[in-house]
Nanobody
Framework: VQLQASGGGLAQAGGSLRLSCAAS????????MGWFRQAPGKEREFVGA????????YYADSVKGRFTISRDNAKNTVYLQMNSLKPEDTAVYYC??????????????WGQGTLVTVSS
């Protein structure tokens, strides 16, 4: 599985960005696509995840109500819509595929990361 994340950039606090993650290779079934982020000097943390089949979603408390994950199975692409952005959302965002939910160790394949910077 290869993952290509895109859509990062600079946004003002209160603004929005949409990240995309295009997957190639074996997906679907029991796999989940997860989004993680890593701010400078901090550990990588879970942001959210979506089931490839069924579409159930999971979110970290810090983004619940602001971020939305969706998928387009025909395009093998998952989106992370980020609204009401805060400066503390600044990080490199990674997409990943695996069978887990919140743990980085539960994901087997990782994209290259895309930088999101939120200015105050």
């Amino acid at each position: 599985v290869q993952l290509q994340a895109s859509g990062g950039g600079l946004a003002q606090a209160g603004g929005s960005l949409r990240l995309s993650c295009a997957a190639s290779g074996r997906t679907g079934g029991d796999y989940r696509m997860g989004w993680f982020r890593q701010a400078p000097g901090k550990e990588r943390e879970f942001v959210g995840a979506i089931n490839w089949s069924g579409g159930s979603t999971y979110y970290a408390d810090s983004v619940k109500g602001r971020f939305t994950i969706s998928r387009d199975n025909a395009k093998n692409t998952v989106y992370l819509q980020m609204n009401s952005l805060k400066p503390e959302d600044t990080a490199v965002y990674y997409c990943a595929v695996g069978s887990g939910v919140t743990g980085t160790e539960e994901y087997d394949y990782w994209g290259q990361g895309t930088l999101v910077t939120v200015s105050s």
